[in-house]
């Protein structure tokens, strides 16, 4: 038994040993044959990490703009259907919003929002980015898909980043969970990222939503995925979220199931195979289990997080309502039982429920004890004139 537990070992040394991954090594790595191996794959993905990020860890905030969507995504607590309590914010309230996160430190921001053109043009999003361009040396986007000509108005207001999931690779699932509206469209998707690429876009981020199909597919999907881009969109910086399914509106409960230390084995596996790419880490995870991840390859995390409109600062509070076919109806008492959380600085619904409620500062402490340097800022539009 100790013989053949070393051959296996010693095996694996030299697997992981290996100068460079393909698309082959990194099915045998996320295998569940190679679970074994995890702490092994830990130390390789760390001392990687190290080398090619050094021992930093960049800090970005979300900033959700509107919670109106005009898809129906059976896992989304802004689905169209779900009776739920939707505010879109002025360009004034999201500069409010986001003068709270900079006074926190902040100075990496995504602003995301639904997909609902008549609440949310780009010639919104636009103001909004042009708006914060003057304070923000970083700002990213996490909203509908739009066509290359779309996306340039945004570049030239101030975006720089762009992030867009799959949600899922499996064409079957996807179908059945995109019951209406422009998400449906699969392709169309998936296509996102170079479009946003050929408007200018530095950095773009992909990833699965875990939870919704296999997740050895999706990861191999993912990775696939990110190869493409890194060689047909080679100016871009890529980066790959690790999202797990969240409560929220609606209450769909996950298809598949990710444990905590295939979690784990991914981060690693995603980190040899792509020495360069970023790999983000948001607050869906719990606290305890995000200070032991990070240190295994995460390169960028998200803290003291709201997924509401107007969650960092009340923004919008007198504006909130229901929206029907795109027409906004007045409040009905009791009309969604996700209406009031506690301590919520607005009523108005979040797209999930986070995991990890520590503050920015209590974050950013975690990083030093860990040994590592929070960055907040790490751009700047200077350096490119």
């Known amino acids: 038994m100790e013989r053949s537990r070393a051959t296996t070992l010693d095996a694996a040394r030299e697997t992981l040993a290996q100068e460079k991954f393909s698309l082959a090594d990194f099915g045998q790595l996320i295998s569940p ?59 004034e309230e999201v500069l409010r919003e986001a003068r709270a996160l900079a006074a926190d430190g902040f100075r990496n921001i995504l602003l995301v929002a639904g997909e609902h053109p008549k609440f949310v043009s780009n010639g919104y999003l636009a103001e909004c980015v042009a708006a914060l361009h003057a304070e923000w040396p970083g700002i990213s986007l996490e909203v509908g898909p739009m066509e290359t000509a779309e996306y340039r108005p945004l570049t030239a207001a101030g975006a720089e980043g762009l992030v867009v999931y799959q949600e899922t690779y499996d064409r079957a699932i996807y179908d059945d969970l995109h019951t209406a509206g422009p998400k449906k469209n699969f392709d169309w998707r998936l296509e996102t990222a170079e479009r946003a690429y050929a408007a200018g876009f530095r950095r773009l981020g992909i990833g699965a939503l875990f939870g919704l199909a296999d997740w050895r597919y999706e990861a191999l999907c993912v990775a696939a995925h990110a190869d493409y881009l890194l060689r047909n969109c080679w100016k871009a910086q890529i980066t790959i979220s690790l999202p797990r399914l969240r409560p929220c509106a609606g209450e769909f409960q996950p298809l598949t199931h990710m444990t905590d230390r295939e979690l784990a084995q991914l981060i690693g596996a995603f980190r040899l195979i792509f020495p360069d790419v970023g790999l983000v880490l948001s607050t869906r995870e719990p606290a305890k289990l995000r200070d032991g991840l990070i240190p295994l390859g995460i390169t960028m995390v998200s803290a003291g997080s709201h997924t509401e409109p107007g969650g960092y600062t009340g923004a919008g509070k007198e504006k909130i309502h229901h929206t029907e076919r795109g027409r906004i109806v007045e409040l009905a008492a009791g009309a969604s039982e996700w209406a009031a959380v506690p301590d919520q600085a607005t009523n108005a619904t979040g797209q999930f429920e986070i995991a990890d409620d520590r503050s920015a500062q209590e974050v950013a402490s975690l990083i030093r004890q860990l040994g590592y340097e929070p960055v907040w800022k790490d751009w700047d539009a200077a350096l490119t004139m």
Not at 36 to 41: K, N, P, S, V
């Open 33 to 91: 044959a190679a679970g074994q191996w995890l702490e092994l794959l830990g130390r390789h993905s760390q001392q990687l990490t190290q080398q090619r990020f050094g021992k930093t860890i960049r800090l970005f905030a979300p900033l959700y703009l509107s919670n109106e969507c005009i898809n129906n995504c059976k896992y989304c607590g802004f689905s169209r259907d779900n009776p739920i309590l939707r505010v879109t914010l002025s360009v």
